[in-house]
């Protein structure tokens, strides 16, 4: 394939000093040695035209589109130049092989490889279990059971029916023949009614016996068609299994001593136990094994999205995002041992020590506004917190969380003093009882005046705290919004969210079927800023001790 690395013209980068630490992964603001790289790279997928790949942007015209997270990588060669290397997420065009990009770790697509090999067999597999699933026979015989089972049920249920007259019938008789017959003659006649009763019993015993073989012969051919199809299944699930296990030792990952892991070994210490599907085939740990193999040294990175939003994520074109947790950050943590990067952004909060604002407060609850940059409860490496604040000494009762916002987010909070009053409100919340009104500022001008967004939402298990929109698993998230003022490239508008769903008000604004139109400042789905423009502004409750409705408001500030 020939050496990836496009080199920096001397003029372009000559003003700009290299970064002390490579990026941090997970979070970080581009250096401007990768903004270069990734215009670069930008103008190359502007202005190529051998992709053949449906991006859906303007100029895409064939097949569906779909957009593509797309990688650089700022490196020093041996001989101290500095350039880039590019890397897509995936495949590109289905294919591996591109003269722009680095190769995958391990290529399956390579001409007669194991993968493709083993792809062929699990295929024809398929293609017999399709042609077994719609055989005409099976598909009569499923038809004509169903049919039978539909009939016998009738029929015996008609007989049945049919009996029960008979047997009232001759409870009647006896009753008659009782009255005015004698003994000896009443005896014989009863003997009659009792053969009628056999004879009714038989009757159904044949009919029963006659659907009960009819069934079972129709069962027995449907059978021999389902046994086949579900050895092929197993078949199936086994060589996927072992193919699957195949693959995880051919992606085999270096490290800047060239130690190398593989894909099982590395994800057989983490809470998945065995590598997520597509692991290892994210851009960054393209770039990192091709750098590691032609011995350049990683300077930078920066990886962005190019195309149309995808429908589950939050994607923008051209918007840069950070590598993924669940699939990249294992890979990543064994690629970069040695190497000094920069510290998680995220751990390295700076305490605001000012006051903590109580607007109210009584003995059931305080009502406390929450500045942007401040938690709701502890985490694992941060301490400060409205829970922490209040617990040291701005209450003389133990805090207890009724509900929380996202660090990122300002306004009201509301904090239980008692058991009771903690029950009382958090069962509110937890039947929907509980009005809240957020402002928000976002990204665009939204022409429509206001209106409500259903979209259901779940977590992005691999890419947590993320989350997704998902119309098969996701919960029922709905939210009503208003514009309140249009400026000339942001509207604020207010939320009422009549769900309470994890980053319900950011997905709902920035998802291409919501508003489309991420938060300002909103880090993980828009752009960063000095703060997350959103704002829990009004809340409105039962009071748990004089049962009155209560309602707190306060101003958002921007």
């Keep these: 394939m020939g050496d990836k690395i496009a080199y920096f013209s001397q003029e372009s980068i000559k003003d700009i000093p290299l970064p002390e630490r490579f990026t941090f992964p997970f979070f970080y603001e581009p250096h401007p040695l990768s903004r270069l790289a990734a215009a670069n790279l930008q103008h190359y997928l502007e202005t190529h035209t051998g992709l053949d790949h449906n991006f859906g942007l303007e100029n895409d015209t064939d097949g569906s589109p779909i957009g593509k997270m797309f990688g650089v990588l700022v490196v020093q060669d041996p001989q101290g130049q500095l350039g880039y290397l590019s890397a897509f997420s995936g495949k590109l065009a289905n294919s591996n092989d591109h003269p722009k990009f680095v190769p995958p770790v391990f290529d399956m697509l390579t001409e007669n490889s194991f993968f ?98 009819t069934i079972s012969d129709l069962q027995n051919q449907v059978a021999t068609f389902e046994s086949e199809i579900e050895s092929l299944k197993n078949e199936r699930k086994e060589r996927s299994a072992d193919l699957q296990q195949q693959i995880f030792e051919q992606y085999s990952f270096l490290n800047k001593d060239k130690k190398s892991r593989s894909l099982r070994d590395i994800f057989k210490e983490t809470p998945f136990g065995k590598p997520p599907a597509g692991s290892g085939e994210c851009a960054m740990p393209k770039l990192l094994q091709y750098a590691f193999a032609h011995d350049y040294q990683p300077i930078s990175m920066a ?20 590598a993924c947790t669940g699939k990249c950050k294992p890979i990543l943590a064994h690629m970069l041992e040695g190497i000094p990067v920069d510290d998680n952004p995220l751990l390295d909060i700076k305490e605001d020590r000012s006051p903590l604002e109580i607007i109210f407060e009584d003995d059931s609850f305080v009502v406390v506004n929450k500045p942007a940059g401040l938690r709701s409860v502890p985490g694992v490496n941060i301490e400060d917190s409205v829970y922490s604040r209040l617990k040291r000494g701005l209450l003389a009762t133990e805090p207890l969380i009724i509900h929380r916002l996202d660090m990122d987010t300002s306004g ?56 997704l929109v998902c119309f098969e698993t996701g919960k029922k998230s709905v939210t009503k919004w ?38 300002v400042g909103d880090d993980l789905y828009g752009t960063p800023s000095e703060r997350m423009y959103l704002h829990a502004a009004e809340i409105e409750f039962v009071h748990p001790a004089t049962r009155e409705k209560v309602r707190f408001a306060i101003a958002e500030g921007f």
Excluded: C
Aim: proline share 4%; aromatic share 6%.
């Design 116 to 213: 493709l090999q083993g792809l062929e067999i699990i295929t024809s597999i398929n293609t017999r279990i399709d042609q077994l699933s719609t055989d005409n026979d099976y598909l009569r015989l499923q038809t004509a059971l169903e049919n039978a089972r539909k009939n016998a049920n009738s029929e015996i249920s008609d007989l049945k029916a049919q009996l029960k007259l008979n047997k009232d019938k001759r409870k009647q008789v006896r009753a008659e023949l009782k009255e005015r017959l004698n003994e000896a003659d009443y005896a014989i006649a009863e003997a009659n009614v009792i053969n009628q009763s056999l004879a009714d019993k038989r009757q159904l015993k044949h009919l029963s016996d006659q659907w009960s073989q």
């Design 303 to 322: 990886e962005f999205w190019w195309g149309a939003s995808p429908k589950s994520e939050i994607r923008k074109h051209q918007q840069f995002y950070p």
């Design 412 to 467: 009201l909070l509301v904090v239980a003093k008692t058991p009771a009053a903690h029950k009382h409100i958090q069962r509110q919340f937890l039947q929907r009882t509980v009005r809240k009104r957020y402002t928000a500022l976002l990204s665009k001008v939204i022409d429509q005046s206001g209106g409500m967004i259903d979209l259901p939402l779940g977590p992005d298990l691999f890419n947590r705290p993320r989350q």
């Design 482 to 519: 208003e514009v309140v003022t249009r400026y000339s490239d942001t509207t604020k508008v207010n939320f009422w969210p009549l769900t309470g769903r994890t980053h319900q008000l950011r997905m709902h604004s920035a998802h291409v079927s919501g508003l489309n139109a991420p938060i």
